[in-house]
C-alpha cells in the first residue's frame, strides 16, 4: 500500500490564530525529524492565503520570511507543496502585530466567480513564485469545494489536475462551512469532471479522496478526556483558536455514528493503524491511501504514534501527492 501523508500547513481561523512559531514552524520539525531518517516523504498543502495576504498589506513579513524559508527546506529536502485556499484571507487585517480574523465569506462560493477565479490564480502564483514550484494539486479550504463548477475552470487554469479535498460520507452545513459527500464513490481514487462526487472514466481531474473512518461517540468522548486529563503529551503545539463547531455538530457528533478523516492529529492518531488495516480489506492491499494532519494539532503523542505507523508500513511506502497520483495511474488504480 502506498500512504500519503498529507499537511494543511495553516494557522488557527478562530478568535486567535495562533503564531507562526507554534502553530507552523516548531510542529513541522519536530514531525520531519522522525520521518526524515525513514525516507517518508510529505506533502505540504499550504494556505497561501497567509503568505499572499502578508505580501499585500506589508506586514507580519519576518513571519513569513520563515514560513518561506520553512517551505524552501522542505522542498529541498525532498518532499512536496501543494495548494491549498482559505479565500476568507481576503477579508482579514492585521492590528497591533496580530491577525484578525473575519470568517464571514469562509468558502469560494461566498466570492463572485470571477474572485474566486481571481484568488486561486494568485495563491497559485504565490506558491509558484515564492518556491519556484508548479502546483498541480489542490484541497479547498474547510473541505468547502462545491459547488465544484465555481472555480473549476480557475483550476485548470492554475494546471490543476489532482484534488484531494473528499472524504466520504463527510458532510457539513455549518454556519461557516459547507460540504456534502455522502454520494461521493466508495474509492480509494477515480476521474471527475464537473463535480468531485460524480465519477467520470474520462475527467480532466483526479480525485484521491482522504481516507474516511466511522467513528462513535464515544471516541469522541475519549478524545476529550485524553485533552483534558491526558497530561503534557496530548497539549498541541498550537496556540491558537479553531472556529467552533456549531451547536448541532456538536450534538450530532456526541449522539451518533460520524464519518471523519483519518488523521495524525492528536487523539485521532491513535486510529491510524486500524484505519490502515481496514481501507486495505476495503480497497485491496495496492489501493493509494490519504491520510491527513494539521501542524498546529500536533502533539508528541501523535507525534510518537505517527513514528510507529510509519516504521511499521516502512518509509518508501509513504510518498506524495504527485507520486502517489502517478503510482495509481501506472498501476491503473481506478
Same mark, same amino acid.
Given at each position: 500500500? @502506498? ?18 512559531? +507554534? ?6 520539525? +519536530?514531525?520531519?525529524? @522522525?520521518? %526524515?531518517?525513514?525516507?517518508? &516523504?510529505?506533502? #505540504? ?60 465569506? #469562509? ?55 489532482? %484534488? ?16 456534502? #459527500?455522502? =454520494?461521493?464513490?466508495? @474509492? ?33 468522548? @475519549?478524545?476529550?478526556?485524553?485533552? &483534558? ?45 486500524? =484505519? ?19 501542524? &498546529? ?11 510507529? #505507523? ?5 518509509? %518508501? ?7 502517489? +497520483? ?9
Amino acid at each position: 500500500m @502506498k500512504i500519503s501523508i498529507t499537511l494543511d500547513y495553516e494557522l488557527f481561523f478562530g478568535c486567535s490564530t495562533g503564531t507562526v512559531e +507554534a502553530c507552523l514552524l516548531l510542529p513541522t520539525e +519536530a514531525l520531519l525529524k @522522525k520521518l %526524515d531518517p525513514m525516507g517518508a &516523504k510529505v506533502t #505540504f498543502f499550504v494556505d497561501a492565503g497567509y503568505l499572499s495576504r502578508s505580501a499585500e498589506l506589508g506586514v507580519d513579513l519576518e513571519n513569513r520570511k520563515k514560513v518561506i524559508d520553512q517551505l524552501r527546506l522542505i522542498i529541498s529536502d525532498g518532499h512536496d507543496v501543494q495548494l491549498h485556499v482559505h479565500p476568507h484571507w481576503e477579508d482579514c487585517s492585521y492590528r497591533n502585530g496580530e491577525w484578525c480574523m473575519d470568517t464571514t465569506r #469562509f468558502k469560494l462560493i461566498d466570492f463572485r466567480q470571477s474572485q474566486s477565479s481571481e484568488i486561486i490564480n494568485k495563491y497559485a502564483e504565490v506558491l509558484n513564485n515564492e518556491l519556484k514550484i508548479t502546483v498541480c494539486a489542490f484541497r479547498a479550504g474547510g473541505w468547502c469545494i462545491q459547488p465544484f463548477d465555481h472555480i473549476k475552470n480557475a483550476l485548470v487554469q492554475c494546471g490543476i489536475i489532482y %484534488d484531494t479535498t473528499i472524504f466520504n460520507g463527510g458532510v457539513n452545513n455549518s454556519k461557516t462551512h459547507y460540504f456534502n #459527500f455522502s =454520494s461521493s464513490p466508495s @474509492k480509494a481514487s477515480y476521474f471527475f469532471e464537473d463535480d468531485p462526487c460524480i465519477e467520470v472514466d474520462s475527467g480532466s481531474f483526479m480525485e484521491l479522496p482522504i481516507a474516511d473512518v466511522k467513528v462513535s461517540p464515544f471516541f469522541f468522548l @475519549k478524545m476529550f478526556l485524553a485533552k &483534558k486529563l491526558g497530561g503534557a503529551r496530548h497539549i498541541p503545539y498550537g496556540n491558537g483558536r479553531a472556529i467552533s463547531l456549531s451547536k448541532k455538530d456538536t450534538v450530532r457528533l456526541l449522539t451518533s455514528y460520524s464519518y471523519s478523516v483519518v488523521s495524525i492529529d492528536g487523539y485521532k492518531s491513535s486510529l491510524l493503524d486500524y =484505519s490502515a488495516r481496514r481501507w486495505a480489506a476495503k480497497y485491496g492491499e495496492r489501493a493509494p491511501m490519504v491520510i491527513i494532519g494539521h501542524p &498546529k494539532a500536533f502533539t508528541n503523542y501523535s507525534l510518537g504514534q505517527v513514528e510507529s #505507523f510509519v516504521k511499521k508500513i516502512g518509509g %518508501d511506502n509513504f510518498v506524495s501527492i504527485p507520486t502517489l +497520483a502517478n503510482y495509481v495511474i501506472e498501476n491503473k488504480i481506478f
